[in-house]
């Protein structure tokens, strides 16, 4: 049996100080966006996030308890090399970014990460309590998660 080695990560101290590091990267900063939302406080807040969780590609996470909505989409700008396409009047919010502290040694990750609408009901169920409980729910049963309801198919 032969073992198999996973190619070694590229760190940024591989690279000299002044290189750019996004001659050396995929774009990852290109395939998402993330927007702070407010912090959830009630059960109505998470039901809003439920629904954004209903959307395809749309994912929440926390980082140094600020909520974040992350909708996983690439730049219709980004080019085949991974480059700009429009470097040059790319919008502010690209002119600032700086690998600073960006994605290019993908070893971050979150207090909290939500893929599903199942997901986040479940958390707020945990603070809450159900927000549809079952009338034939038997309390030892208590621990397991409800079965997820599908969704009405039009």
Request: aromatic share 14%.
């Amino acid at each position: 049996m032969s073992v198999v080695s996973l190619p070694a990560k590229r760190r940024r101290s591989d690279y000299p100080e002044a290189a750019n590091l996004c001659e050396h990267c995929t774009a990852k900063c290109c395939h998402y966006f993330a927007l702070g939302i407010d912090e959830p406080e009630v059960r109505r807040d998470y039901d809003f996030m439920r629904w954004y969780l209903l959307h395809d590609r749309a994912t929440l996470f926390v980082e140094d308890t600020t909520w974040y909505l992350l909708v996983h989409t690439t730049c219709k700008h980004l080019r085949d090399d991974y480059m700009c396409g429009i470097y040059e009047t790319r919008p502010q919010i690209c002119r600032d970014y700086t690998t600073a502290e960006c994605e290019f040694e993908d070893d971050w990750c979150y207090e909290k990460y939500f893929e599903s609408p199942e997901q986040i009901d479940e958390y707020a169920d945990a603070l809450f309590g159900p927000q549809f409980p079952e009338p034939d729910r038997k309390p030892e049963h208590s621990l397991r998660s409800r079965k997820p309801s599908g969704l009405p198919i039009a």
